[in-house]
Antibody
């Protein structure tokens, strides 16, 4: 069965960096695009970033563009999110999610359990 | 700025039918927005119910269905049960590898 396990969250000071990882299993990771989605405490879901199966196409929400970088290592079945210049408003649970079957427009289908990032001085 | 709109809250009686909607401030929702629907209870990760307008995710009962109604995407729940009490989110594909989530609908079953 599909499993996605995020790690790397924690408490970090404003302006610092953090890298999240998402270990995938139970499906052929290398043929699916992947999303990152976050949820601030008590708030709704916010789409963050997407990466194609081969890593050649990516995009970001305006709120993180220029600060966050999504990447993947298909040999390790792992997705990453490098977060730089972190702000208080980046505090959230970060979920990685496999893209549903379909084309570039596919939304998330399977989700990890999330990892909490707290940006605080 | 693209805003995806959902009813903030809704209530349904046990056994009843409810239709939750997902709209766009800039115009109509179509199948080209590939609307998807998620269910989330507090402290849990989202669970996918519907993707690409009306495709039911694995293991989702057929009480849940998706469609386009008028100029909005819709999630229809029939035979509502107590454990359907959750927050429901939609997401729309906007353009050029951009997705936007709605603010969520908190469904009460009473």
């Amino acid at each position: 069965q599909v499993q996605l396990v995020e790690s790397g969250g924690g408490v970090v000071q404003p302006g610092r960096s953090l890298r999240l990882s998402c270990a995938a299993s139970g499906f052929t990771f290398s043929i699916y695009g992947m999303h990152w989605v976050r949820q601030a405490p008590g708030k709704g879901l916010e789409w963050v970033a997407v990466l194609s199966s081969d890593g050649s196409n990516e995009n970001y929400a305006d709120s993180v563009k220029g600060r966050f970088t999504i990447s993947r290592d298909n040999s390790k079945n792992t997705l990453y999110l490098q977060m730089n210049s972190l702000r208080h408003e980046d505090t959230a649970v970060y979920y990685c999610a496999k893209k549903a079957a379909g084309g570039v427009e596919a939304s998330p289908d399977y989700w990890g359990q999330g990892t909490l990032v707290t940006v605080s001085s | 700025q693209t805003v995806v709109t959902q009813e903030p809250s809704f209530s349904v009686s046990p056994g009843g039918t409810v239709t939750l909607t997902c709209g766009l401030n800039s115009g109509s929702v179509s199948t080209n927005n590939y609307p998807s629907w998620y269910q989330q209870t507090p402290g849990q990760a989202p669970r996918t119910l519907i993707y690409s307008t009306n495709s039911r995710s694995s293991g989702v009962p057929d009480r849940f269905s998706g469609s386009i109604l008028g100029n909005k995407a819709a999630l229809i729940i029939t035979g509502a049960q107590a454990d359907d009490e959750s927050t429901y989110y939609c997401v729309l594909y906007i353009h050029s590898l951009v997705w936007v989530f709605g603010g969520g609908t908190k469904l009460t079953v009473l």
